[in-house]
Nanobody, 115 residues
């Protein structure tokens, strides 16, 4: 099992920035991909950004504004969110996938962007 704990959510005005962090613990060997998904009220959970050991992947809606980074030694993944928009308001979930294909999720952290 892998435990993922997020931190850094909150309330920010449009145009502002937030930084989300996620720390992995437990059976953390063989983690392949780490990243972030989000779910807005009434909508399905959607990919925000993921990072493997040699590549990153971003949703079109956040390209150029969000940056995902990873510290393999500390088993953390960070999402730097700049130029936030009201439509970025959602619960953000940390995610990881092992090489075995097993997926793990954090409990989620609320991000609210006011207009």
């Amino acid at each position: 099992q892998v435990q993922l704990v997020e931190s850094g959510g909150g309330l920010v005005q449009a145009g502002g920035s937030l930084r989300l962090s996620c720390a992995a613990s437990g059976s953390i060997l063989s983690i392949d991909v780490m990243g972030w998904y989000r779910q807005a009220p009434g909508k399905q959970r959607e990919l925000v950004a993921t990072i493997s050991r040699d590549s990153t992947n971003y949703a079109d809606s956040v390209k150029g504004r969000f940056t995902v980074s990873r510290d393999n030694a500390k088993k953390t993944v960070v999402l730097q969110m700049n130029s936030l928009k009201p439509e970025d308001t959602a619960v953000y979930y940390c995610y990881c996938q092992k090489f075995s294909g097993n997926n793990y999720w954090g409990q989620g952290t609320q991000v609210t962007v006011s207009s």
